[in-house]
């Protein structure tokens, strides 16, 4: 492992945004921040403040384009590293990774039976859906 990939340990609890963050889940730590304020990232199921402190072993669940996650925080850090330190951070229940991959697949297929459009629709395309939708 190179010395980039490490995660430092800096103590026991960390701010909420700043785990979001050092995990990756959201790309700065004002979009953390504002995720948490929202209500799309909770701690053991109750909505907090950005600056509420995370500990080890707490259930960290956040719903993002859709899915939800739920994992449970393995580590602590406030720096942000690469994703495979990040991934150290936490790990995901079987059940979120299962009805995450399930929601991608039926999401994959209803986009696959979804009409194609390219462009706008030419007369003889419009007079075809007046006739579908009168």
Sequence with gaps: MRKTDEVVLSSERTRFDKWLWAARFCKT????????????????GERVKPAHEVRLGQRVTMRRDGLIWDVVVTGISDRRGSATAAALLYSEAAGSIAAREEEVLRRR?????????????????RRKLRQLFP
């Design 29 to 44: 730590r004002s979009l953390a921040a504002q995720a948490i304020s929202t209500g799309q990232a909770r701690i053991d």
């Design 109 to 125: 297929a209803a986009a696959a039976v979804a009409p194609r459009w390219s462009g706008r629709p030419t007369k003889r395309d």
